[in-house]
């Protein structure tokens, strides 16, 4: 007797229908109220005044742009060390491997503001390297590079977890074989591991780069929150709020709102791609499974 397989229901019963519609309710009163008031509140004075709240104040002006740069840089940085540090749990088993991979999530489980304060307390004039930068005469706290730093350590963990699974899934032998057959390691890694990473390495910038445009605690702490100088355009918003421009506030918001959407579309359609390559690299383990025992059998 063959073991009976379980399927999910296909008509709906009355405490599925009453799950969706609590779920729809909750994601409507959180996610797509507050945001449709945003865009409300932000056009609430029309298109021109929209424009006028982004492009006519310069403190706004360099708030965006500096977010604009800021989060690239993070990104690339972190798109680096993550291709590196996913190739090497993934690649090789050393002591200490369970740790470095439990160490990537630090990020994840310390208080923004508590990553900021630990950042100024190494690199402020007072810090542990502080003495030093003063000779240098390199600032990082309250500055771009400050910045940098503490959006690189929140969103460290985004590119390497996305890649790890894959990378671990997909295995060495096209690697060994590539090298096997003369080519070197730059070639390894254009030819052979980038193309069969593509899709998860850009989910994880996705995810990295909405991360770090909307990141507030930590560059709260190391960018002293001046005008002009080192607000960002999460700490633009919160200070046009204090001050009661509310109508600039929400312009600003919008443009942070948007970026979100766009990224919640760009996620969609890559987790789409990864699902298809998932899909297709089942089938084709699944066919080397069947003829490699044909061939025993034969």
Same mark, same amino acid.
């Given at each position: 007797?063959?073991?009976?397989?379980?399927?999910?229901?296909?008509?709906?019963?009355?405490?599925?229908?009453?799950?969706?519609?609590?779920?729809?309710?909750?994601?409507?009163?959180?996610?797509?109220?507050?945001?449709?008031?945003?865009?409300?509140?932000?056009?609430?004075?029309?298109?021109?005044?929209?424009?006028?709240?982004?492009?006519?104040?310069?403190?706004?002006?360099?708030?965006?742009?500096?977010?604009?740069?800021?989060?690239?840089?993070?990104?690339?940085?972190?798109?680096?060390?993550?291709?590196?540090?996913?190739?090497?749990?993934?690649?090789?088993?050393?002591?200490?491997?369970?740790?470095?991979?439990?160490?990537?999530?630090?990020?994840?489980? %310390?208080?923004? /503001?508590? *990553? $900021? &304060? =630990? @950042? !100024?307390?190494?690199?402020?004039?007072?810090?542990?390297?502080?003495?030093?930068?003063?000779?240098?005469?390199?600032?990082?706290?309250?500055?771009?590079?400050?910045?940098?730093?503490?959006?690189?350590?929140?969103?460290?963990?985004?590119?390497?977890?996305?890649?790890?699974?894959?990378?671990?899934?997909?295995?060495?032998?096209?690697?060994?074989?590539?090298?096997?057959?003369?080519?070197?390691?730059?070639?390894?890694?254009?030819?052979?591991?980038?193309?069969?990473?593509?899709?998860?390495?850009?989910?994880?910038?996705?995810?990295?780069?909405?991360?770090?445009?909307?990141?507030?605690?930590?560059?709260?702490?190391?960018?002293?929150?001046?005008?002009?100088?080192?607000?960002?355009?999460?700490?633009?918003?919160?200070?046009?709020?204090?001050?009661?421009?509310?109508?600039?506030?929400?312009? %600003?918001?919008? /443009?942070? *709102? $948007? &970026? =979100? @959407? !766009?990224?919640?579309?760009?996620?969609?359609?890559?987790?789409?791609?990864?699902?298809?390559?998932?899909?297709?690299?089942?089938?084709?383990?699944?066919?080397?499974?069947?003829?490699?025992?044909?061939?025993?059998?034969?």
């Amino acid at each position: 007797m063959k073991p009976s397989t379980r399927h999910p229901a296909t008509t709906p019963t009355p405490i599925a229908a009453a799950l969706v519609a609590a779920a729809v309710a909750i994601i409507g009163l959180v996610i797509v109220v507050p945001l449709v008031s945003v865009f409300y509140e932000a056009f609430a004075e029309g298109a021109a005044a929209w424009w006028a709240a982004l492009a006519h104040d310069p403190d706004t002006r360099h708030a965006i742009w500096l977010s604009l740069t800021v989060a690239p840089v993070a990104v690339v940085i972190n798109t680096v060390f993550g291709v590196a540090a996913a190739w090497l749990v993934a690649r090789f088993r050393f002591p200490g491997r369970s740790l470095l991979i439990s160490f990537f999530d630090v990020p994840f489980s %310390v208080s923004p /503001v508590v *990553a $900021g &304060l =630990a @950042l !100024v307390l190494i690199f402020g004039r007072q810090g542990l390297l502080g003495p030093t930068l003063a000779w240098l005469d390199w600032k990082v706290i309250f500055s771009w590079p400050g910045l940098v730093l503490a959006t690189t350590f929140v969103t460290l963990p985004l590119v390497v977890r996305e890649l790890i699974p894959v990378m671990e899934s997909i295995g060495p032998d096209e690697e060994l074989a590539a090298v096997s057959l003369g080519a070197n390691g730059w070639q390894v890694f254009t030819r052979i591991t980038l193309p069969n990473i593509r899709w998860a390495l850009l989910h994880g910038i996705v995810l990295a780069n909405a991360r770090a445009m909307g990141e507030f605690g930590a560059v709260y702490v190391v960018s002293g929150h001046i005008a002009g100088a080192t607000d960002t355009m999460p700490l633009r918003v919160e200070k046009l709020f204090q001050e009661y421009r509310t109508p600039a506030s929400m312009a %600003v918001a919008s /443009v942070l *709102a $948007g &970026l =979100a @959407l !766009v990224t919640l579309v760009a996620k969609f359609i890559i987790e789409r791609r990864l699902e298809s390559e998932s899909r297709d690299l089942e089938v084709a383990r699944s066919i080397d499974e069947t003829t490699g025992l044909e061939a025993a059998r034969s």
